[in-house]
Nanobody, 127 residues
Framework: QVRLVESGGGLVQAGGSLRLSCAAS????????TGWFRQPPGQEREFVAA????????YYIDHVKGRFTISRDNAKNALYLQMNSLTPEDTAVYYC????????????????????WGQGTQVTVSS
């Protein structure tokens, strides 16, 4: 059982930056691909970014490309999301997630979804 705990959320002005962290425990972190999702107020949860077990391969949704950077440190069992040039549309609860096995990207973003979720951290961007 993998436990994921997010931190780093908060209130920031438009144009500002935040760095989210996700601490993992209870499993072999490098065996899992990991990612970030978010749920804006009144909307469905959506995929934001993902990173492979090794950290070599990354994916992003179009409207965060060039602004957000996902990274991980397997030695520290940690996942990060650096968010720059934030806009009010980035306001959401952000969740980290983990998925094991092959075809991890399809599994993470498809109907099956991740194997594990964190509890979420609120990011609010004021205009």
């Amino acid at each position: 059982q993998v436990r994921l705990v997010e931190s780093g959320g908060g209130l920031v002005q438009a144009g500002g930056s935040l760095r989210l962290s996700c601490a993992a425990s209870g499993g072999t972190f490098s065996n899992y691909a990991t990612g970030w999702f978010r749920q804006p107020p009144g909307q469905e949860r959506e995929f934001v970014a993902a990173i492979s077990m090794s950290g070599i391969t990354t994916y992003y949704i179009d409207h965060v490309k060039g602004r957000f950077t996902i990274s991980r440190d397997n030695a520290k069992n940690a996942l990060y999301l650096q968010m720059n040039s934030l806009t009010p549309e980035d306001t959401a609860v952000y969740y980290c997630a983990a998925v094991g096995g092959r075809l991890w990207y399809s599994k993470m973003t498809g109907s099956q979804g991740p194997d594990y979720w964190g509890q979420g951290t609120q990011v609010t961007v004021s205009s």
